[in-house]
């Protein structure tokens, strides 16, 4: 285990003040959460928004609420490579998944194989969940050219965009519903917590009544929370980061698939810590940006998402090794150094244990050629110049 300085794969930094508004947030209560809320209508143009205890909580709620509208389909369709938290909330949604794979090289639909999936499942699909992965934006024009039928919804997983854009739309609003997460590690975060937004009222509805069926936090629950910020605001640090890296009981940077996660309204403590959290995705989103600029610079490469002068927010900066040796040759040398790159998704989705049953008789080559050659840079305010160069050497290096 490294002992010294040792970059987060990801992080959003915690302050002591957002801890001390988010103390004042949990005196203030509800008007707290009111206006976390009206800010984020008036930021996004959604007419409706709703807040929950994480990502896969938001998604898990939104197709709970599209089943009601439409009680005789029961599919999901998504990437065959994207986070094992969206598969989890279809899952405890009571649904079933469906799995297109990635276009070569990218982490978005393979849209030459999409339409023919559509078609085929017509009747059962409820909805197709195209992912932000990274902060990448999907081609959500190109898919809703693709859907000719009012009865299938398309769900905007923005989990790791929050800020982006997509043609001067902001991700997580292009779609019928959207959601962010919130957890550590996002573009912004409050520990965690979730976001879903939408402009039709059917949706809304029907979302407004899950979320008043959900536990508010139990005040040890938030005596946790707390204790938790207060523990990122120091460990999140590169100097101690190492600390909590090297405790195998927290599972940091571990993949899980668990349909048994919590579902909780989000609660006021959460809803102050996120005081001022414009100006802070603003100033994050800045910093992440050039970053980006300095890394693909000094690496001297343009990754396909790098192809157009105007570079999408990414959350982390995706990198596809050509050979799974000299991935793995990158890795150690970066845990040795605690330079913060990290493989990402383990395998692609119809390779988790508990749903490969599923899907025996398909394959999905390109997912399964990411998960086996990415790994993620670290773009976050903890890295500097100097962190810049060393991931360059390194990569450079790496045989």
């Known amino acids: 285990m490294r002992i010294g300085r040792c970059l987060p794969p990801a992080a959003a ?3 002591f003040w957002d801890i001390f508004y988010g103390l004042q947030g949990l005196c203030r209560g509800k008007s707290e959460l009111d206006r976390f809320k009206n800010e984020l209508r008036e930021y996004s143009g959604s007419q409706y928004c709703f807040l929950v205890s994480s990502g896969k909580a938001a998604l898990t709620v939104i197709l709970q609420a599209l089943k009601e509208i439409s009680p005789d389909r029961d ?14 909330a279809i899952i405890r949604a009571g649904l079933k ?12 639909f393979d849209y030459h194989q999409l339409p023919a999936i559509i078609a085929k499942r017509k009747e059962r699909l409820l909805c197709v969940v195209p992912v932000h ?26 989990a790791q965009a929050m800020g982006g854009e997509y043609r001067g739309k902001k991700l997580g609003t292009c779609c019928d519903v959207g959601f962010f997460s919130l957890g550590r590690g996002k573009a912004l975060t409050t520990i965690e917590g979730g976001i879903i937004l939408t402009q039709r009222a059917d949706i809304a509805e029907r979302i407004e009544s899950a979320v008043s069926g959900l536990r508010d936090y139990a005040l040890l629950d938030l005596v946790k929370l707390a204790f ?5 605001s120091v460990l999140l640090k590169p100097a101690l980061f190492w600390l909590p890296k090297g405790l195998p009981f927290l599972r940091l940077g571990d993949t899980i698939y668990d349909t048994n996660f919590k579902m909780r309204k989000m609660s006021a403590l959460q809803a102050g810590f996120a005081r001022g959290w414009e100006k802070k995705l603003r100033r994050l989103k800045r910093i992440r940006s050039e970053n980006v600029r300095g890394l ?9 998402w790098a192809e157009n002068d105007v570079l999408p927010d990414l959350l982390r900066f995706p990198l596809i090794i050509n050979s799974t040796g000299r991935k793995e040759t990158i890795l150690r040398m970066s845990e040795k150094a605690g330079m913060g790159i990290a493989c990402s ?8 244990p508990e749903l490969k049953s599923y899907f025996d008789s398909h394959h999905f080559p390109a997912a399964k050629e990411n998960a086996s050659k990415l790994v993620t840079l670290p773009v976050h305010p903890y890295l ?14 790496a045989e």
């Open 97 to 108: 998944v469906r799995l297109c794979d990635v276009a070569p090289g990218s982490f978005d």
């Open 296 to 304: 693909l610079i000094r690496i001297g490469i343009r990754p396909p």
């Open 13 to 15: 930094p915690v302050t």
């Open 384 to 397: 500097t110049v100097k962190d810049m160069d060393k991931i360059a050497d390194l990569l450079l290096h």
């Open 228 to 232: 938790y910020a207060l523990a990122l």
């Open 345 to 352: 998704y383990p395998d692609s989705i119809d390779r988790i």
């Open 133 to 158: 992965l990274f902060g990448i934006p999907a081609d959500i024009g190109r898919i809703r050219g693709m859907i000719d039928d009012g009865n299938i919804f398309i769900v905007e997983d923005a």
């Open 75 to 88: 599919e999901v369709l998504i990437p065959a490579f994207c986070c094992y938290s969206v598969p989890s």
